[in-house]
C-alpha cells in the first residue's frame, strides 16, 4: 500500500475509534445526572459501542467517497473489528449495569443476536479474516456449499434488527432520554444511518443499464457488455456491483472488475468467471436484460495518479487479470511489463489485445502456463525500481506471496498494490 494511502487509512481509523464515539460521550457524560457516577463508564461503553456499530452500518452502504480515499476491502476491515469491538464492550455494558422489564429485554436480545452474527459473520463474511486465518478459511470452505453467500448475506442483515433493538433500548431509559443534546444527536445520527441504509435498497432497484451481449469467450468464462443509461465515475482497473433486478437469484449485487477503459460510449465490459450460483446463472440472461451497475470502486488507477511512475510492472493470474487490463487501456503512455499466468492455455483471456499493445515499444508481456519464478520477474525489474509501482490481480495466496518477494527483491511496500477478489 500506497504512503498516502497508509497516511489516510490511520487517520480513518482514529477517526472511526475516537472522533465518531466522541459526541456521544460528551453529551451523555454531561448530561448524566450524578446519582448514576458509579456506572457511568459502563454507561459510555454501551454508547461506545452504539457508535461503533451505526459506524459499521453506514460503511456496510458502501460509500463511495470511503471507498476512493482507502479502498472497500480496508473499509470492510474496519467494519468488522470495529463491529467486533463494538461487541466486547456491549458485552461488558451489559454485565456490569442492572436492568429491567423492556429496557433489559431489547438489551438482552440485541446482544445475543450480535454475538451470534458476529461469531457466523467471521467465518462467512470476514474475507480479511479467513484470508488470513488458514483455520477459519477451512471452516468456510467445508460449510460453504450450504451457507452460500446469498444465505450468509441474509443472515448478516439481521445485525440491522439488532441495532434497531438498541435504538429502542436506549430511548426506553428515562434518565438517558432526559439528556436532551444526547437525546437528539443519538437520533439524528441514526436516522441518518438508518436512511442511508434503506436508499441502498432503493438504488437497487433503479435502472442503470442494459446487456447489449453475453458472449462465452473462454470455457466457464462470459464477456458482459453493458450500455450505461447515464454517466458513472468509472477508471480504469475499477469495479462495478452487478444486479438484474428483474431476474429470480439474480437480485443481489455482486462485484466485477471492467476490461475496458471507460469511454465516451458509456459501455462497459467485464469478464466472468462461472464460480458460483450467480455467475453461472449468467449463461441464461438475455441481451436487453435491464441491470443494476453500481460503481466505480477501487483503487487501481488511484494508485498510479498517485506516483506519477515510469515503469508499471503488473503481476497478474487466472481471472485476476481483468481489472489490470483496463489499465493497460487507460494508460497507453506509461511503460508496462505484464506477467500473466494462468493455470491451462485454455485460459488465455484477450489475446487479441495483448497482440494489438505489443504494437507499442513501451509494451512487454511474458504469458506463461503455471506461476512464475521469483527469477523470471527479478531479471527483468528495473535496476531502479524508485520509480516503479507493481499492480497485482489475482488468488490470494499468489498476492500475498508476490507481496513478500517483491520485498525481498528490494520493492518497498509503498510500491506494490494488491486488489484482492475477495474480502
Ligand atoms: C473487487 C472484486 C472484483 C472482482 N472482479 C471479478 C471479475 O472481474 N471477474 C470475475 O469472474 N470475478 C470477479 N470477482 C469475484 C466475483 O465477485 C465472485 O466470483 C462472485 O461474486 C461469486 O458469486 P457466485 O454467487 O457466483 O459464487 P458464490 O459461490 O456465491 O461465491 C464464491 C465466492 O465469491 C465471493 N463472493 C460471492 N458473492 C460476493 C459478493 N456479493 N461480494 C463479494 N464477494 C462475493 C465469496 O467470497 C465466495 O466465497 C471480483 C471480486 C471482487 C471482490
Redesign the pocket.
Given at each position: 500500500m500506497l504512503n498516502s494511502n497508509r497516511y489516510l487509512l490511520g487517520l480513518t481509523w482514529l477517526v472511526a475509534i475516537f472522533l465518531v464515539p466522541f459526541p456521544f460521550v460528551q453529551t451523555l457524560s454531561a448530561g448524566l445526572p450524578a446519582i448514576y457516577n458509579q456506572d457511568k463508564t459502563m454507561i459510555l461503553f454501551g454508547t461506545i459501542a452504539y457508535s461503533w456499530m451505526l459506524l459499521a452500518m453506514y460503511i456496510s452502504t458502501r460509500p463511495k467517497w470511503l471507498d476512493r480515499l482507502i479502498g472497500?476491502p480496508n473499509a470492510y476491515m474496519i467494519h468488522g473489528i470495529l463491529s467486533l469491538a463494538a461487541i466486547v464492550l456491549a458485552y461488558l455494558h451489559k454485565s456490569n449495569l442492572r436492568s429491567d422489564g423492556w429496557i433489559k429485554l431489547t438489551g438482552n436480545w440485541a446482544l445475543y443476536l450480535f454475538i451470534g452474527l458476529g461469531l457466523y459473520s467471521m467465518i462467512f463474511m470476514a474475507?480479511w479474516l479467513t484470508n488470513r486465518v488458514p483455520a477459519l478459511r477451512w471452516i468456510?470452505q467445508s460449510l460453504?456449499r450450504v451457507f452460500?453467500?446469498?444465505v450468509s448475506?441474509l443472515i448478516h442483515r439481521l445485525n440491522v434488527v439488532a441495532t434497531g433493538l438498541i435504538f429502542i433500548h436506549v430511548l426506553l431509559i428515562p434518565y438517558i432520554r432526559q439528556i436532551v443534546p444526547f437525546t437528539v444527536l443519538f437520533v439524528a445520527a441514526s436516522l441518518f444511518v438508518f436512511g442511508a441504509y434503506a436508499m441502498t435498497f432503493v438504488h437497487r432497484r433503479l435502472i442503470t443499464a442494459k446487456l447489449i451481449n453475453n458472449v462465452e469467450i473462454k470455457p466457464n468464462?462470459r464477456q458482459l457488455t453493458l450500455k450505461l443509461h447515464k454517466h458513472l465515475d468509472i477508471y480504469p482497473g475499477d469495479?462495478v456491483?452487478l444486479s438484474f433486478p428483474k431476474v429470480k437469484l439474480m437480485k443481489?449485487?455482486?462485484?466485477?472488475?471492467i476490461v475496458n477503459a471507460p469511454s465516451d460510449s458509456n459501455e462497459l465490459v467485464?469478464?466472468?468467471?462461472?464460480?458460483?450460483?450467480?455467475?453461472?446463472q449468467l449463461a441464461t440472461i438475455q441481451v436487453n436484460e435491464s441491470v443494476v451497475i453500481n460503481g466505480g470502486?477501487?483503487m487501481y488507477q488511484s494508485v498510479i495518479n498517485e506516483n506519477h511512475p515510469d515503469n508499471l510492472m503488473i503481476i497478474a493470474g487466472g481471472?485476476g487479470i481483468?481489472?489490470l487490463l483496463s489499465i493497460v487501456d487507460g494508460n497507453p503512455d506509461l511503460k508496462t511489463t505484464i506477467f500473466y499466468s494462468v493455470s491451462n492455455e485454455n485460459n488465455l483471456l484477450y489475446q487479441d489485445k495483448f497482440d494489438q499493445w505489443e504494437q507499442r515499444d513501451n509494451f512487454r508481456v511474458f504469458r506463461q502456463i503455471g506461476r512464475f519464478n521469483q527469477e523470471a520477474i527479478a531479471n527483468r525489474l528495473p535496476k531502479n525500481t524508485q520509480k516503479t509501482v507493481v499492480l497485482i490481480g489475482g488468488p490470494d495466496k499468489m498476492g500475498t506471496q508476490w507481496i513478500k518477494n517483491l520485498r525481498r527483491l528490494g520493492v518497498r511496500r509503498s510500491q506494490i498494490y494488491y486488489?484482492?477478489?475477495?474480502?
Open positions: 472497500l474475507g468456510k460453504e452460500k453467500h446469498e448475506i468464462v469495479f456491483f443481489e449485487p455482486h462485484p466485477f472488475s467485464l469478464a466472468i468467471r462461472g464460480d458460483g450460483d450467480f455467475t453461472r470502486f477501487g481471472i481483468v481489472p486488489e484482492r477478489f475477495s474480502w
